[in-house]
């Protein structure tokens, strides 16, 4: 996204002290819409209580990129939708999530959901790509281990009771990334995602697949209404995950490279 110049010129004048950010003087609306947008896509985050923007590290170094380069990646520009908290709730009762389970979350945001099922009594691990939006988790102490990277790279191996998720959309990821999580899952386990409505009736041999890996699993999925995110069309998938799809999984966790194995046995999942 390009950053227009009076967005530009609100950000130059405002003050950093630290990880914090103050703009200055009060601006219109429109105006400070577009600079908050602007500063929450380099990692800056409105803090009511501060009164500014809080940044993971040092303000002033976060978005000296942002001012030289005039242009940002934003969230959804990422493929990044929060989930918002109702439907949280909605997916942790599907997920029929229970005190003592181990849970992840691949591409965990801020932790909307991963907060929840701590509150719930679940043993979270979180996997989020933006080091921002980890920085967040990590400083809530609720998850158990949270690592910055993409999960299409990271080693699996079944070790969850459950998985809960909302995948990007964009070039079907939400598949691949689904596919890949179910690997994570053990026997009798089950996985719950957010996922984009287009793999319902898509007839390339990626959705195909997909859907036939649902419906022999004895999984759903779901419509969910069009103002969960901004009018993108969203179905909810449950698939439990049975004793012969772990065993898959873990013949694919047998063949990882050495790398991944070796990474995996440092701690990262």
Known sequence: MKIDADVLEAIRSARCEGAALYLTGQLEDRLYRRVNLALSAVGGRWDRRKR???????AADDIAGLLAEREVTTDSERGYF???????????????????QEVLEPSAG???MAERI??????????????GRAEIIRSQGYAR???????LTLPVSARYDRVVMNPPFAKQLDIRHVQRALRCVRPN???VAVMFAGLAFRTNALAADF???VREARGTITPLPDHWFKGIRTVLTVIPVRPQLSQLAG???????????????????
């Open 145 to 151: 281990q949270v690592a910055v990277a993409d999960f």
């Open 251 to 269: 013949r694919r966790t047998a063949e990882v490279p050495v790398s991944e194995q070796r990474a995996s046995q440092e701690g990262l999942f």
């Open 211 to 213: 859907r036939s890996q």
């Open 82 to 100: 929060p989930t918002p908290p109702a439907l949280v709730d909605e997916i942790l009762d599907l997920a029929d999530l229970q005190a003592g």
């Open 118 to 131: 701590a509150d719930r009594g679940g043993v979270v691990d979180c996997v989020e790509l933006d080091p």
């Open 52 to 58: 500014g923007h809080i940044f993971p590290a040092n």
């Open 110 to 112: 801020t932790g909307a």
């Open 189 to 191: 386990g089950l996985l």
